[in-house]
């Protein structure tokens, strides 16, 4: 018996939601010990931030110009600035998680009003979108890889990745926010 992935898209988004997730909770709640992973210099570790900053913004046109290159009908050049704005995920959470293992989260140096009423609720919707869109976008990017693009349009890959986009855009922007509070501003 042969398994083919575009038999089992559902089940596999599952499975990589689940493994996703794990290792990004195990990592902000602090499962995952500093001593399985080697450090980077201070120099490496500051910089981060600032890269995934870049690396947010960069996602955020090539997500804009997949669903404009989609809406032209374009399908390929779609194609390919989807793959890159997840391999740019991919990236920016692979950093995130480094840094967060090795250096734990960063603390809010601002005022306390600003931390409880801009801070906060902007961060917790960024997470709330960044888990919910994992599944989406496994989903939706799954169900791309695993058939031939003429294919593609007979699934939900369109309905779920208007989905998918959405929230990526936002949390993508949202972090961004974080970041210009937590390094530009403050």
């Not at 195990?26 to 120099?43: Q, V």
């Not at 959470?93 to 480094?98: M, Q, R, S």
Request: charged content about 10%; proline content about 5%.
């Amino acid at each position: 018996m042969e398994f083919r992935a575009r038999d089992h898209v559902r089940g596999l988004t599952a499975l990589l939601s689940v493994l996703s997730l794990a290792l990004v909770f195990g990592a902000a709640l602090g499962a995952i010990p500093r001593a399985a992973i080697p450090t980077a210099p201070a120099a490496a570790l500051n910089a981060i931030p600032h890269v995934n900053a870049v690396i947010s913004t960069v996602a955020i046109v090539t997500i804009l110009a997949g669903v404009r290159f989609v809406r032209r009908g374009d399908i390929e050049r779609h194609r390919r600035m989807m793959l890159a704005s997840f391999l740019l995920f991919a990236t920016f959470l692979v950093l995130y998680l480094y840094k967060v293992v090795v250096q734990g989260t960063a603390e809010f140096p601002g005022p306390d009003a600003v931390y409880q009423f801009v801070y906060l609720p902007t961060l917790a919707i960024h997470i709330l979108l960044a888990v919910v869109c994992v599944p989406v976008v496994y989903y939706v990017l799954l169900l791309a890889l695993t058939r031939p693009i003429t294919e593609v349009f007979g699934t939900e890959h369109a309905r779920f990745g208007r989905v998918a986009a959405s929230l990526w855009l936002v949390s993508f922007v949202l972090g961004n926010v974080v970041y210009v509070l937590l390094y530009v501003i403050y």
